[in-house]
């Protein structure tokens, strides 16, 4: 039901008749002999896009994609740009990767100024960055949070540099201080991002403090509507919330941001929990229409109750008040004192 928009691109690619296998970002860079960022400047096919076999199939497609601006985090670019030349086995896929986007990527073997990689990771950023001159690269991670670090001389680089950091399961212990440090920065984007870096961290100790201090930030005026950057890293953050954390997530529920109010929702529905079901009863007053399907389809696994009272998506969606009524009249008639007192 959420129609969230993909912030990490992972492409399943073949290279010279072997077939890449997807790798998370950790796995990137551990394994690969570049890595470096740069915005895809064109992509180029080499082969015919429209060609056929004699089976009348498609017939695979190479493509040169160029990348420009190139910063390493591992190895080195000698020129200010660098290609990547793939093989797609799967041609109605299309065009690989997306004009415009700063790109991480990670890439094995060089051949010439060709990089023909073994595995292709592009990490998608929502930033445009400063143009940098490419270097060689240094400790990988290390610079990675050190950039962090280094929001006070240029916040776009920070902002950038946190949100890559997102997409990491580990980062090193030390290295919360700094980013508890930089809920003090007077980059609003940065302020968030660092809070999602700590709700990231595994076993972070506070983490319903972060949480309630991350909806807060959320809802200060100011903020742009929609999207901002980690949002969908924040998915697996809310999802493990417990009935503990229920006061935060109705917080989430009220903010201004339709995705993480799907993500809040969500939460809550995986509780099961029948102390939910009074905050359930006022959410079918949201003006967001996913809020209160969800509300609608969590009372009724909670009260065990189908038919009407748990209608499809799409038939809730023809007619939205029909059922809500029938849940309001419910709870007045049986359910206010079926579940009286529930915890």
């Not at 983490?207 to 998915?235: C, D, Y």
């Not at 939910?276 to 996913?290: A, G, W």
């Not at 389809?297 to 029909?322: N, R, V, Y």
Request: aromatic share 10%.
């Amino acid at each position: 039901m959420i129609r969230l928009c993909t912030l990490v691109l992972l492409s399943t690619l073949a290279v010279e008749g072997k077939i890449s296998i997807d790798v998370d970002i950790e796995t990137g860079f551990a394994s690969s002999d570049l890595v470096c960022r740069g915005r895809l400047a064109a992509v180029t096919a080499l082969s015919r896009e429209d060609a056929i076999d004699a089976t009348k199939a498609l017939t695979p497609v190479d493509y040169d994609m160029v990348f420009s601006n190139a910063w390493c985090y591992k190895g080195t670019i000698q020129a200010q740009g660098f290609t990547v030349r793939i093989h797609r086995t799967e041609p109605t896929a299309g065009r690989p990767g997306g004009l415009g986007g700063y790109f991480l990527v990670f890439l094995k073997r060089t051949q010439a100024n060709i990089f023909v990689p073994e595995t292709f990771t592009g990490a998608m950023s929502a930033y445009w960055e400063p143009k940098r001159p490419a270097e060689a690269g240094r400790a990988g991670l290390a610079l990675l949070q050190q950039e962090v670090i280094s929001q006070s001389v240029d916040p776009r680089q920070s902002r950038q540099a946190l949100e890559f950091l997102l997409w990491f399961r580990h980062v090193d212990p030390q290295f919360q201080t700094v980013l508890a440090s930089l809920a003090r920065s007077q980059d609003a984007d940065v302020r968030l991002l660092s809070l999602e870096a700590r709700l990231k961290s595994p076993g972070v100790p506070n983490r319903r403090e972060l949480l309630h201090e991350f909806a807060v930030a959320l809802s200060a005026p100011g903020r742009a509507p929609e999207v901002f950057p980690g949002i969908g890293e924040m998915k697996s953050v809310i999802a493990d919330s417990t009935i503990g954390d229920f006061q935060v997530l109705k917080e989430l529920v009220r903010c201004p941001y339709p995705m993480i109010r799907s993500f809040a929702m969500d939460a809550i529905r995986k509780l099961r929990a029948p102390r939910t079901m009074s905050f359930l009863l006022e959410q079918m007053d949201s003006k967001d229409p996913e809020v209160q399907y969800t509300a609608v389809i969590t009372l009724a696994e909670i009260a065990d109750k189908g038919g009407e009272f748990g209608p499809a998506w799409d038939t809730f969606q023809s007619e939205p008040a029909k059922y809500i009524g029938l849940w309001k009249q419910w709870w007045r008639e049986e359910g206010s004192r079926r579940f009286a007192g529930a915890r």
